[in-house]
């Protein structure tokens, strides 16, 4: 439901709002995708990744690492510092969290999705909850709902590029105000896993005090 009513929206709307929290794609970004895909070779054939120098996407022969996060890829020095001055310097902590193949795999795994999940909030709070309050004065009590398809390391970035110096092209996130009625309705019918959280998510509707 919410899906179309963002879609019936002007895209100038769309396009401006996503600049605003950061999830636009970057400059090259269709070239890359284009690339991923070469013609005769299927989408599903696993093939290894070089990783792009993360200022001037280069492949190098000879990469430096960052020697914090130990994920981005540099072909030279110069690079390095132009790239820290410009995005990295924000962007090293969440690199390191995600790890070099994004899948967050070391033993501060479920402390880190937890530190990813809150960053992105941050980012769409300013939307999301004037949304929820707006919603919950029409419907009654509820729960915001946050949709993409992304992985959580992808969106928990903050600037729009992989652990291999990639472009993520076209990040977002859909804002879903649910009832528990429509929660068991249009989710739980679908994905039994959902279901299997139905109970604590109850408690903490029927628990949330509004005025704290």
Known sequence: KSASVLNSRPAAVIWSKAVELGYESPAGAKQHQQESHQEGQPATQPKAVQACCFQCQTKPEKALKCSKCHVATYCGRDCQVKDWKAKHRAACDAFRRVGPQ???????????????????????????????VNQASKLGRGFLFLQ???????????????????????????????????????????????????????ELIDNYDESS
């Open 148 to 202: 993409s398809d992304k992985t959580l390391a992808a969106m928990s970035l903050t600037h729009p590029q992989d652990a291999f110096g990639r472009p993520i092209v076209n990040r977002s996130v859909l804002l879903h105000y649910l009832t528990l009625g429509e929660y068991d309705s249009e989710l739980c019918r679908d994905d039994f896993e959902m279901a299997t959280i139905r109970n604590e998510l109850k």
């Open 102 to 132: 994004m899948l967050f795999l070391d033993k501060a795994t479920e402390d880190h999705k937890a530190d990813a999940r809150r960053d992105i909030f941050q980012r769409v709070r300013f939307y999301a909850c004037a949304y929820t």
